[in-house]
Structures are given as C-alpha cells and as structure tokens.
C-alpha cells in the first residue's frame, strides 16, 4: 500500500511539471481492442497527459478515473441530429458521459473537453451531419452550464483538413470551404464566446499522397530545396503551410486570435507508397522538435498551437479503408501497444515503452492448404478480405510483395484471427490449413490476434485499481 502510495505521488508530481502539451488520439475501431487498463498503462509509462477519445465508453473512462490524465470525450456523428433536436438528449448525454466522471474529484477522469462529432464536416459526408452540428454544440453547453461545469469543460467541433483551403496553395490565401462559410461563422462566434480553442486536422501525409507534386522532404519536415515562398513569408514544411492555411482562414473569418488545437495530426506506415516506419519516425521526430521549439509558424511566430493531439495512438484494424489503406496504421503503436518506431512525445527519452503483460490468442495461423486445386483461392480470398483487414496487401503495403498463393493465406489468417481463431473461420470451402507455424515474410507479419474474451477479468482487476486509487484519496485527504 505504501508503495502504492508513493508512486501515486510521484505521478502526480510527474504530471504536474509536463509543460509540453502533446496528446495522443485513442481510437477503438478493432476487432480487438487492446484492453483499456494495459492502453492507460501505456500512456502512464510514457508519460502521456492528454487524451482525445472518439467516444465515451465506461470501460474507457473507468480506466482513466484517477490517472489525472487530461481527456477530451467525444460524440459520435450518429448522434448529432438528436442531440440537436432535443436538449433533454443533450443533458442525459452530459449526464451520463461527463458529469457523472468528474463529479468524483482526483478519482474521477479530468474531462477538459466535449468534442461534438468527429469531423462532421468533412467534404465526403456532404450535408449528412453539418446542419446539427451547431445546435447540438450549443445544446450540449447549456447542459454543461446547468450542471456548473461549463468553466471546467469546453465544447469544441474537430473540424477535418477539406474544411479550409487556399488557392495556388499560398498559406496567405487560405479560407474556409465555401459551403461551409455561414456555419463557421457560427462556430466560431460560439467558441469565442465560450473561450473555446479551435480543433482542426492538419494533415501532410493526405496532402501529400493527393498530391505528387509535393516533395517528401517537405513533408517530412527534412531540410529541402523545395521550399515555398507567400510573399516575404518562406515555408520550409508542409505543416507550416497547412497550419497557416487555417490561420488565414480564420482571420479571414474574422477571428484572428482564434487560439488553434491541432486535434488529429501523424503519419502511417503501412497501406499506401511512403507510408512506412521509417517516414513516420521522420515526420514525427520533426514535428516533435518543431513543437518543442516553440518558433510557431510564419504567420504565428513564437505562437505554436496550444495543444497537439497525436493521430493515433494504436493501429485500429476496423477503420473505414474509404480514404484509403493507410487509415488501418496510424497508430505510432501496433495494434497490440508494441511502439514502431522511436520519438521523444515528452518521456524525456528516445525510447517508448512497450505494452506489457499482453495477452494473445494461441500461436496458430490459417494458411491455404496448397495440396488442393486452388483455382477458387482467389475469390474465397477476396471474399474474407471484406471483414478481415487485407490493407497490407496493398500497393505500397508491407505485404505487397508476398507472391500469390502467400497473398491467398495472408488473407485467410487475417479472416481467422478476427473470429477468434474458431476452427470454423479456417474453412473456406476445405482450401484453409491451421499451423503452428509462424508464416510471416520479412516485413509482411502474419499477426496473433489479443485475447479479449476474458474481458469480465479484465473490468474486475480494472475496478479493484480503482477501488485502490480511491482507498488511496480517502487517506491523502485523511492527511492533508
Ligand atoms: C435543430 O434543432 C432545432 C430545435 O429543435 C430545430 O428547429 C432545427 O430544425 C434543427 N435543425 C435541423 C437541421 O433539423
Ligand atoms: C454516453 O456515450 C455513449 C458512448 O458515446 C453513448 O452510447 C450513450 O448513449 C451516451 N449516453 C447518453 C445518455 O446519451
Ligand atoms: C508542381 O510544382 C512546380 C514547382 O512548385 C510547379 O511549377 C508546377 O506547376 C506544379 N505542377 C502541378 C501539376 O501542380
Ligand atoms: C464568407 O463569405 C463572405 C463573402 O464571400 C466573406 O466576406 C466572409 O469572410 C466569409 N466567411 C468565412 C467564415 O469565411
Ligand atoms: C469453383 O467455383 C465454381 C463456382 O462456384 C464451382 O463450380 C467449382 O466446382 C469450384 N472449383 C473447385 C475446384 O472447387
Ligand atoms: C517490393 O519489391 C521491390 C522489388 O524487389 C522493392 O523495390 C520494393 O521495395 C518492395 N516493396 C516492399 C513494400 O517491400
Ligand atoms: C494475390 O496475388 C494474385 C497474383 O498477383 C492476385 O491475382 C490476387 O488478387 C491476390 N489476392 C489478394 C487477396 O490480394
């Protein structure tokens, strides 16, 4: 218990004099999770502060409560149309998922944010969302306030990278889309009003992937012959440019004092042509240098975003591939908490610390059985490819070179591991072979899904921390 005590102190010490405001995004579209007391684990061991969730799962924010990181929940798109209509909607919401939290002081979760949608204005949704987008903000703030903890926690809307442009690319000529000027308008009245920050995407790796013209080097924050001049303004990167963009648009809007969340902001590493390790260590061992510089950008010197928020923390192998492949590996994590690469995001050291004590499904694979006639592989492939995640398989991906029928058994393996490797799930008409035998190729890894079946154990041992972390606060307040 002393020990327990101790290291709860020094934690709070820890955090305490982080000054760096770097986050991460938690995002939890897989087909298995890892569970959220290990993830919680991985953020404390890194010494991570701030959390941006997609959602507002119990077993999510159960695992924060007393961890004094700070978080930003988040409403699904799915919801904005009710929480617009109705404000009793909007004060079940803030009831359930925010007040119920933070009402339990230091062994509750530290909600700093409400992120209404995700991204509900991104160009590909059209009008699905962005006529609710506004109401609902609004709703879910007169909640906030009737309930006190309008002060304590801000709403803000995260708006994607199509939400701002430029022509010709000059940074000094960034607006908002045009289909969206009346809305943003509307925003950011609200959020000025409510001293709420600007969530926005900024996003080199898509800008550069749309477009070849832009050199790596300047994506990748390396120094570069390709940099770009707006005026007297020169732009040595791509994030510089984008950042400025958005800058322009707000003042444009204007509200040029606008203060900027940069909420979503990485670089993957498997699905698509420069989406490797190896960039993604580049581009994120630049921007932290960037960051932790402070020298802002052109247009804001010496005035860099006042949070960062890391895209993503783990892969996530159900994400919508819409975009593209890439959208499965933005994680600077495997899916399984095991870091890719290293970078200093405010640990003070190179190194990332690992996820430990993991627990995986047995070391069996599904492979295709080449003793039979294979000529309907490919279709029963293609076929498994539509649940299980195939995304290194793509051009450019890890898996891309692995020759047919390997590409066949990659394809069934992934099938059988995202079904718990029931015996049944390595079928596919008598072509699929279970082996203990590990069939990864060079950089091609034929993975082991986690154990996630034993997730009642898991909740108890994730209460009893709980129960520890309040025993503790009842003594340090018995104390002090
Ligand atoms: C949003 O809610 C308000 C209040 O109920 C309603 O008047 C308005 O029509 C709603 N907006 C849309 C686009 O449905
Ligand atoms: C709280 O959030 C969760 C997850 O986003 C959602 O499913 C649930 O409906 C919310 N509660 C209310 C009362 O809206
Ligand atoms: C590509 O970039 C160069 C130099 O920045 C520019 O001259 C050229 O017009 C661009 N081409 C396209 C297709 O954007
Ligand atoms: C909307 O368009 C008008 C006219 O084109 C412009 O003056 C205004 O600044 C725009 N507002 C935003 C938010 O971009
Ligand atoms: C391949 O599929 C076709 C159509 O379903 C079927 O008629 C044929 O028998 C299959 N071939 C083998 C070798 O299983
Ligand atoms: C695939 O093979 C080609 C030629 O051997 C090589 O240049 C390329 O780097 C390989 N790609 C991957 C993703 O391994
Ligand atoms: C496997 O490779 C073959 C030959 O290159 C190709 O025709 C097939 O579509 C690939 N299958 C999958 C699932 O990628």
Redesign the pocket.
């Known amino acids: 218990m002393l020990l327990n005590l101790s290291l709860f102190l020094l934690f709070l010490t820890a955090s305490n004099i982080t000054v760096q405001a770097i986050g991460v995004n938690w995002g939890t579209t897989s087909s298995h999770p890892l569970p959220p007391d290990k993830v919680v684990e991985l953020l404390k061991s890194n010494k991570i502060t701030k959390v941006k969730l997609f959602d507002a799962d119990p077993l999510v924010l159960q695992a924060l409560s007393g961890s004094n990181i700070g978080v930003t929940v988040g409403i699904p798109n799915s919801m904005l149309?009710s929480l617009?209509?109705?404000k009793k909607v909007a004060e079940s919401w803030v009831h359930d998922n925010v007040t119920r939290y933070v009402s339990s002081g230091n062994s509750g979760v530290r909600i700093e944010y409400v992120a209404v949608g995700d991204e509900p204005f991104q160009q590909s949704y059209g009008e699905q969302y962005h006529?609710?987008v506004i109401?609902a903000a609004m709703n879910i703030q007169t909640a906030l306030a009737r309930v006190s903890l309008a002060n304590q926690v801000k709403v803000v809307v995260p708006c994607s990278y199509d939400t701002f442009q430029s022509e010709s690319s000059l940074p000094s000529k960034g607006h908002f889309r045009p289909d969206l000027n009346k809305t943003m308008t509307e925003l950011l009245t609200f959020l000025t009003k409510h001293h709420s920050p600007f969530f926005a995407t900024i996003s080199p790796f898509i800008i550069s992937h749309r477009n070849k013209n832009i050199s790596l080097d300047f994506s990748l924050f390396k120094e570069t012959k390709h940099s770009r001049n707006d005026g007297h303004r020169t732009y040595k990167n791509s994030f510089d440019l984008g950042y400025d963009t958005l800058v322009s648009a707000l003042s444009t809007a204007g509200f040029p004092e606008m203060d900027v969340v940069v909420a979503k902001i990485g670089w993957p590493t498997d699905g698509a042509a420069n989406a490797t390790p190896s960039a993604a260590e580049t581009f994120m061992k630049g921007l932290m240098d960037h960051l932790h510089s402070k020298s802002g950008t052109p247009l804001r010197p010496r005035n860099p975003p006042i949070e960062t928020y890391i895209f993503s923390l783990l892969d996530e192998d159900q994400r919508s591939i819409v975009n593209g492949n890439f959208e499965r590996h933005w994680g600077v994590f495997t899916f399984d908490g095991q870091a890719k690469y290293n970078v200093d995001l405010g640990q003070g050291s190179k190194n990332l610390v690992n996820a430990q004590y993991v627990e995986y499904l047995s070391s069996k694979w599904c492979v295709v059985n080449n003793n039979k006639d294979l000529s309907n592989a490919t279709a029963s492939a293609l076929d498994a490819c539509s649940t299980a995640d195939c995304s290194a398989l793509s051009p450019g991906g890890s898996c891309f070179n692995i020759s047919w029928p390997a590409n066949i058994s990659y394809a069934f393996n992934n099938y059988y591991q995202v079904h718990d490797q029931r015996a049944d799930s390595c079928d596919f008409g008598g072509l699929g072979l279970i082996t203990t035998v590990d069939p990864s190729v060079g950089n091609c890894r034929f993975p082991v899904e986690l154990r996630t079946s034993h997730s009642e154990s898991l909740y108890g041992t994730c209460l009893l921390q709980w129960m520890i972390l309040l025993t503790i606060n009842t003594i340090l307040h018995d104390f002090l």
């Open positions: 149309k617009n209509s109705s006529p609710f109401g």
